[in-house]
């Protein structure tokens, strides 16, 4: 008789990316070109881990993730978690917008098992894919109970970020992902884990996001401030319809006396405008070099544009005011 306890069952999201991605011919390579089974059968060991549930999200490179399949993802992945049998759930994604998917999810995922993002940087046909490796330690990840109430991470290259930390810095290499501000939530070797301390921020089952009840998301652009740029830049998003811009700033997150004007035009209109700043890394805090208060901007404190915007939908979703859209960028 076996008496071994059954293996924990972990449903597997696939969305695409370069972990299922394959060569083509002429040297470029496609995303999202390998079944998931395919990429399963790549790493030796997984089945010892534990018992896996595949289901086929979406098929596309993480450039063409929007906020339909966002939307579709949070559903699937909430039904998944809200399974008793279910320990874990991990999502395979692909790199370029793999940050915003974690934050996205790490707001409106109402629990506290663990959830998990992986994805490559080499497709799955690379002489030396790391895939396989990123997949089996994800897993192993999604299985250990100390996953648990950390909200949703970001398993790649040994390390396990925190879902509100991470970022891409490097186009190609494998140590792509960075944690800027806070730091690492751990790291993986082989599914051995050690996690350093928990976030302080709220997430998941503490969000008020969570569960996703939405069914649409307002259109928030984001603004890259350059020397010299032009102020019709932002007239062009208002009149696009945008409910909210987001700067990605120089430096603390400035932008021209111009654009600044303009900016502070559209608040009036009604348009919510948030500093972010385009460095990669530090705060943008209220009231340096531009008066705030005097022209009803949000700073978005530590997060990075794309994180920013993703807040700022979930914030004009719930139709905050200004001060309250404000508080959202130090709570979450
Ligand atoms: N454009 C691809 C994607 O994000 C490449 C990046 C990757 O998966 O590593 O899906």
Redesign the pocket.
């Known amino acids: 008789m076996d008496a071994s306890p059954p293996l924990p069952r972990i449903r597997l999201l696939a969305t695409?990316?370069?972990?299922a991605?394959a060569h083509k011919d002429g040297g470029g390579y496609e995303?999202?070109a390998i079944s998931t089974e395919t990429l399963l059968e790549a790493v030796p060991g997984l089945a010892a881990v534990a018992a896996i549930e595949v289901e086929q999200v979406a098929h596309?490179?993480?450039?063409?993730?929007d906020q339909k399949v966002w939307l579709k993802l949070a559903a699937t992945a909430q039904q998944a978690l809200d399974d008793p049998a279910i320990a874990g759930v991990v999502i395979t994604?692909?790199?370029?917008?793999?940050e915003e998917t974690a934050y996205f999810l790490n707001l409106v995922l109402k629990t506290d098992l663990p959830v998990v993002l992986v994805?490559?940087?080499?497709p799955a046909t690379a002489i030396s894919p790391d895939g396989p490796m990123n997949l089996y330690n994800a897993i192993c990840v999604a299985t250990h109970r100390e996953s648990a109430t950390r909200g949703v991470l970001v398993v790649s290259n040994d390390e396990i970020h925190f879902a509100r930390e991470i970022a891409k810095s490097n186009t190609t290499q494998v140590g792509?992902f960075k944690s800027p501000n806070r730091g690492l939530a751990g790291f993986v070797n082989r599914g051995r884990l050690h996690f350093f301390g928990p976030t302080v921020l709220k997430h998941t089952s503490a969000s008020e996001f969570a569960p996703c009840e939405l069914t649409e998301l307002p259109r928030v652009d984001i603004i890259y401030a350059y020397a010299g740029m032009p102020r019709d830049l932002i007239d062009a998003s208002v009149q696009a319809g945008a409910r909210g811009i987001v700067i990605a700033g120089v430096g603390a997150g400035n932008m021209n006396k111009s654009v600044q004007a303009v900016c502070s035009d559209a608040v009036k209109a009604g348009v919510a405008v948030v500093r972010s700043s385009r460095t990669g890394g530090g705060i943008v805090a209220r009231n340096i070099e531009i008066d705030d208060d005097r022209a009803g901007f949000v700073v978005a404190e530590e997060l990075n544009p794309a994180k920013a915007r993703v807040l700022l939908m979930l914030g004009l979703s719930r139709g905050l005011n200004t001060a309250a859209l404000q508080a959202l960028f130090t709570i979450y």
């Open positions: 695409g990316g370069t972990i991605g995303s999202a596309i490179g993480s450039q063409d993730m994604h692909g790199t370029d917008t793999m994805g490559a940087m080499r792509t």
